[in-house]
């Protein structure tokens, strides 16, 4: 099994700055795409940002210009640094990544809060 740890949410006021982190740990032989998505209360999860196993990125549009994500292969890391946030921020957080441990499988951390208000 592969288990997600999400770090770094938290309260932060309009404009700052907020950096997740997500470590992969337990017996993964591999990991393809890492991920961060979200859910605000009442909506649904969305895609926030993705990255390949070759550094490749992607955002939806809505999401362009204030986060990127990143990730250490050799640490089995993904990060999230989130710029100039505003209210509609506000949400919790997840990590997924399909990771490979004795077959292939798509995981999810447990979530992490990040509050955005003055």
């Known amino acids: 099994q592969v288990q997600l740890v999400e770090s770094g949410g938290g309260l932060v006021q309009p404009g700052g700055s907020l950096r997740l982190s997500c470590a992969a740990s337990?017996?993964?032989?591999?990991?393809?795409?890492m991920a961060w998505y979200r859910q605000a209360p009442g909506k649904e999860r969305v895609l926030v940002a993705a990255?390949?196993?070759?550094?490749?990125?992607n955002y939806p549009d809505s999401m362009k210009g204030r986060f990127t994500i990143s990730r250490d292969n050799a640490k089995n890391t993904v990060d999230l640094q989130m710029n100039s946030l505003k209210p509609e921020d506000t949400a919790v957080y997840y990590c997924?990544?399909?990771?490979?441990?004795?077959?292939?499988?798509?995981?999810w951390g447990q979530g992490t809060l990040v509050t955005v208000s003055s």
């Open positions: 337990g017996s993964v032989f591999s990991i393809a795409n």
């Open positions: 990255i390949t196993s070759g550094g490749i990125t």
């Open positions: 997924n990544v399909d990771a490979a441990t004795t077959q292939w499988g798509n995981y």
